[in-house]
């Protein structure tokens, strides 16, 4: 059994849309696939309707990735069968996506100060219908030939949590992330906390923290970890009684990445589904 948990699609910054996702994860042999949009369940209608024209058997979590600050560092929760219409958690959840046209704003505004000729106009057509963020104006910067790769934007000298045309937006403290998910039935895992080179990762007292306060897992195996980083992540979560999980982070063609590239064991999927009480993984009908 094949089980990626974190993808993206044209609901946020993925280049597949919902539906090509679903056809691309059963075409790449997935058994399961989660989509994990940012901050948004947007692409959940158009994924499920996609199930019933496969012709190979595929399972689809419903899941949201939600963006998260703590100490001044900002991070990503993974969040799995929740309810999606549970007041408080659909609220914050609104109040992120709002604040993501602004804060692009500020970034196109800072790069225009640093001599990039990016606009609005050209991040919110590339954007589409999707939740404008980073990737959207990277995929800019690509096309205006300032940078190589969306990958290659995502530094200290560009879009990174530290570079020069940073700019926050609002983001939910992960503790109450962990608390407003579990009200809502769900199931929370930290994504690629040590992901270095996105900027300053959160420090391994906090992951405690997190843990005491109902966290469920942390993506461990991922791309942007490299083996020791894994090792140590996998330890760390053996140490506080944490699932570690893997998944590719799949944006489509605006990162070279494939789906499958990294994976969960069975028996953990398994076990976020039994803890989960707020949706079910959606099977083919």
Not at 251 to 272: F, N, Q
């Amino acid at each position: 059994m094949r089980v990626d948990l974190h993808t993206h699609s044209t609901a946020s910054d993925g280049t597949d849309t919902p539906a090509e996702l679903v056809r691309n994860a059963a075409a790449a042999g997935l058994d399961v696939v989660a989509l994990t949009d940012h901050d948004t369940v947007g692409g959940y209608a158009e994924a499920t309707a996609a199930l019933r024209g496969l012709d190979a058997p595929l399972v689809l979590v419903p899941g949201a990735e939600l963006s998260c600050r703590v100490n001044g560092i900002s991070m990503h929760m993974l969040a799995y069968l929740f309810d999606p219409a549970e007041p408080e958690l659909y609220r914050e959840r609104e109040l992120v996506r709002d604040d993501r046209v602004p804060r692009a704003r500020a970034m196109i505004a800072k790069l225009q100060e640093l001599g990039v000729p990016v606009t609005w106009e050209q991040v919110r057509r590339i954007a589409g219908d999707g939740s404008v963020g980073r990737p959207h104006i990277a995929t800019a910067m690509v096309e205006l030939g300032v940078v190589g790769s969306v990958s290659d934007a995502f530094t200290s000298a560009w879009l990174a949590n530290d570079g020069r045309a940073y700019a926050p937006k609002h983001e939910l403290d992960p503790f109450d992330a962990v608390r407003l998910v579990k009200a809502a039935g769900g199931v929370t895992v930290f994504a690629h906390p040590g992901a270095h080179k996105r900027g300053e990762t959160v420090p391994e007292p906090v992951i405690a923290e997190l843990a005491a306060a109902g966290l469920d897992g942390l993506e461990v195996d991922h791309t942007d970890h490299d083996g020791p980083t894994r090792t140590r992540l996998r330890g760390l979560a053996s140490e506080l009684g944490l699932l570690a999980t893997g998944s590719s982070d799949y944006h489509g063609s605006r990162k070279d990445v494939d789906l499958g590239a990294c994976t969960t064991d069975p028996e953990v999927y398994a076990e976020i589904a039994r803890r989960a009480s707020g949706a079910q993984p959606i099977s083919q009908v």
